[in-house]
């Protein structure tokens, strides 16, 4: 029982950390590309 717990555990705080890792990198393009838009706006 005990095991049980704490590989589901493990699993859903690995899947957490990975869609955060994800979106991390996702956010961090997006801000990129609206640097460039703005710097070729202000150029």
Do not use: E, F
Request: aromatic residues 4%; proline residues 2%; positive net charge.
């Amino acid at each position: 029982m005990p095991t049980l717990w704490i590989t589901s555990v493990y699993s859903v705080h690995t899947r957490v950390s990975t869609h955060t890792h994800a979106s991390t990198h996702l956010h961090r393009r997006m801000t990129r590309k609206i640097s460039k838009k703005k710097r070729k706006k202000h150029n």
